[in-house]
């Protein structure tokens, strides 16, 4: 099973963190499910861009985006070449490494 880094994000894990999932798991869910509390407003309907993430190492290994994660990409804050939607980014054998971004689009986060 591919592992997945996430940096630390002093929200989501102040720490860093070290998930494994199964491969054609998306970023998103195998983060939910190691008790990362990504954002997900659109409730991974890839609607909005609050569960984007930049990809730091091995974004190669990761599905192809279609055109309307691309076309959301380009409204999420701290945009990069290698940033992905996670509940869209399907990890395949490769180990990952992601940063969740500072901040996100959603100015009305629930229990904040």
Not at 36 to 41: M, S, T
Request: net charge negative; charged share 25%; hydrophobic share 35%.
């Amino acid at each position: 099973m591919p592992i997945i880094k996430i940096l630390p994000h002093p929200e989501y894990c102040p720490q860093g963190a070290q998930v494994e999932a199964p491969s054609g798991t998306s970023v998103c869910e195998a983060l939910l499910d190691n008790g990362i509390e990504i954002e997900h407003a659109c409730d991974m309907s890839c609607a909005c861009t609050t569960c984007h993430v930049i990809v730091r190492e091995g974004f190669a290994s990761l599905n192809e985006m279609d055109e309307s994660e691309e076309d959301l990409l380009d409204r999420a804050w701290g945009l990069e070449p290698n940033s992905r939607l996670s509940c869209q980014a399907i990890l395949a054998q490769k180990d990952l490494t992601v940063e969740i971004p500072k901040y996100s689009i959603n100015h009305a986060k629930e229990k904040h």
